[in-house]
């Protein structure tokens, strides 16, 4: 599934970041612990170029706890980054999150630092600008685009958030993460397919939690193709139409409702070996298709120059 949503304010907001992001001293990227890869927003990594860098792994809670160590791993191995898994109910680790950034910039004698919050939308940023504030600053909700302008927000211990709007980048090439990030609503579902996104999960979850999906929708086998498997779970859930035929969409919404809401326990849907396999394949989708569209390009071209010669060789024979 290829995503395209990248409404007016987050264009703007990259703008904004662009010219922002030189006074502060470090950026705090908050990203899904779910999928630590694809909720991580590659114009920041563009942008913030060698710029000290903390990640934070919201909604912990709600992901693979073993997992999560592996990508704190991961980030922890780069150079001038760190990393934290949060969860928004572990209220003391979020305020920690002060210390870690002071010891990342180093001694500044007092003086203030600036750091920069972002993250793709609806990943809990809010939430832990609010924590580290001590009081209500940021807006929160479970749909997209809640935050749609900066706004600088003053912590204790010497230290200022500029809080961004939850962005997107404009095209999300990799179609597993384009699912990914529609399966725990990180993007408008007016912008995604629910059944599309129930097939991917259905292929996910068949390989790695098949039997915490059997215990949930207390299937007594587990389908091995997808369609058979988003059908089990509509009929335990009841989602039958004419001539007792499951309703795919509303059964697909039933599924994606149980991840994002954490009914299917804890579970993680990416690796940092996934991550790494999918890279490469992306890479290589991307340049195959510039290649085709500057073929295609030229192949208009081409024809263009032919017409316009052809006319002129007609006005020539007229004269």
Request: aromatic content about 6%; charged content about 30%.
């Amino acid at each position: 599934m290829s995503i395209q949503w990248f409404p007016g304010h987050m264009h703007k907001a990259r703008l904004e970041m662009q010219a922002t992001l030189p006074k502060v001293d470090l950026v705090i990227e908050v990203i899904d612990a779910r999928i630590p890869y694809s909720s991580e927003n590659p114009m920041i990594a563009e942008l913030r170029g060698e710029k000290l860098c903390l990640k934070i792994l919201a909604k912990a809670d709600l992901a693979d706890e073993a997992m999560t160590q592996d990508w704190l791993d991961h980030f922890e191995s780069a150079t001038a980054t760190k990393a934290v898994a949060v969860t928004t109910k572990d209220i003391p680790t979020i305020r920690r999150i002060k210390q870690v950034v002071h010891r990342m910039v180093g001694d500044r004698s007092g003086r203030m630092i600036n750091a920069m919050i972002v993250g793709i939308p609806n990943v809990g940023k809010s939430t832990i600008i609010n924590v580290l504030a001590g009081r209500t600053i940021a807006k929160t909700g479970n749909t997209p685009a809640v935050t749609q302008r900066q706004q600088r927000v003053n912590i204790s211990d010497n230290l200022t958030l500029l809080d961004t709007p939850g962005m997107m980048w404009p095209n999300v090439h990799n179609a597993n993460s384009g699912y990914r990030l529609g399966l725990i609503g990180s993007i408008k579902d007016t912008a995604m397919d629910y059944t599309d996104v129930g097939f991917f999960a259905a292929r996910y979850f068949i390989e790695h939690y098949s039997e915490r999906i059997a215990e949930r929708f207390q299937l007594d086998e587990i389908p091995e193709q997808e369609l058979e498997f988003i059908e089990a779970i509509g009929r335990r859930r009841g989602c039958l139409g004419k001539s007792n035929m499951v309703d795919i969409d509303r059964a697909s919404r039933i599924l994606i409702n149980e991840v994002r809401t954490g009914g299917l326990g804890k579970l993680t849907l990416e690796t940092p070996q996934t991550m790494r396999r999918e890279v490469v394949l992306t890479k290589a989708a991307v340049a195959e298709a510039e290649e085709k569209a500057k073929k295609r390009d030229e192949k208009r071209k081409k024809q263009f120059r032919a017409k316009q010669k052809a006319k002129r060789k007609s006005r020539e024979m007229e004269w």
